[in-house]
């Protein structure tokens, strides 16, 4: 089993170079902010996720790659697995739909961003059952913001794929390390590829489709289990730093997601400063991806 993990740094001036270039819309801080909590999720991963055998970064370029990181983390830039007529890129959502194509990827992978921590033991069957995924999805009405639109878009991508007719409410999974079976990936991108490249944006718009229409098409094609572990959901602008402080003391979940949102720049040093004592306490000991 493999982990790929996407990440940004938005202060790489070479980064910001690029955007500028090539988009025209304002820097969304909270999309691109990065709290320097990377090498945290390596070392949570090697801590309580001891089965996995490979950990893939997906960036920009190799101006993205932490100066600490060690050969056993394989880095994967975007021209790796995207197409040139696509590239650069600043979508998430443009990047998730080529996660299947990178080299010497497993059949068993779990997506992660760089804001969910596993911080409890956990097994492999929590992730991979009988040769199928598992993860926790619930329905939404047809309504909400861009998310949900590109959510619903995917849904219905992917029962069009598998020649399902479109509902009233539509599937989507908890924002959560999202469990792929490569095969399956490549099986959907090849039924809707022409769609799929249609939906392709430089930046986010309502129109794209995102990485649930994988994990729509394997659970709607029986191979997906509902379940998964259990989750906390902090988010910064919401939750308060004593409480973030008490659960990393005492997690009473398997995984933990800090969602950055809009922030004062009075309170990002602060918050910064927080989030590297509460993870360097819980998680001390440098992992094999660190020089």
Not at 7 to 13: K, M, R
Not at 116 to 130: G, K, L, Y
Not at 204 to 228: A, I, K, T
Request: charged share 25%.
């Amino acid at each position: 089993m493999d982990i790929v993990i996407t990440y940004v740094n938005g202060a790489d001036p070479l980064w910001q170079a690029s955007y500028s270039q090539f988009t025209q819309k304002p820097l969304i801080a909270k999309r691109y902010r990065d709290w320097g909590t990377l090498k945290y999720l390596l070392r949570s991963i090697e801590k309580n996720l001891p089965f996995i055998e490979n950990v893939f970064l997906v960036v920009s370029s190799l101006s993205q790659v932490p100066q600490w990181a060690s050969s056993e983390l394989k880095i994967v830039t975007h021209d790796m697995i995207i197409p040139s007529d696509f590239l650069p890129t600043f979508n998430s959502t443009c990047i998730e739909m080529f996660l299947h194509r990178i080299p010497g990827l497993g059949e068993e992978y779990v997506y992660f961003n760089d804001d969910i921590f596993p911080v409890r033991p956990c097994s492999s069957e929590d992730f991979f059952r009988d040769g199928k995924a598992v993860l926790k999805f619930h329905s939404c009405l047809l309504r909400g913001g861009q998310f949900r639109k590109q959510t619903l878009n995917s849904d219905r991508l992917a029962r069009k794929a598998l020649g399902m007719g479109a509902g009233l409410l539509y599937l989507r999974p908890k924002h959560s390390a999202t469990t792929m079976l490569r095969s399956v990936c490549e099986e959907a991108f090849a039924r809707s590829e022409s769609e799929i490249l249609s939906r392709i944006s430089r930046v986010r718009e309502d129109f794209n489709v995102n990485q649930y229409y994988f994990l729509d098409y394997q659970l709607l094609s029986g191979r997906m289990l509902p379940g998964g572990l259990s989750k906390k959901h902090f988010s910064l602008s919401v939750a308060s730093q004593k409480d973030i402080r008490e659960f990393f003391d005492n997690p009473s979940t398997s995984l933990v997601g800090i969602n950055d949102t809009k922030v004062s720049p009075e309170k990002v040093a602060s918050v910064g400063a927080m989030l590297d004592e509460v993870l360097s306490g819980m998680f001390p000991c440098k992992s094999r991806f660190e020089l």
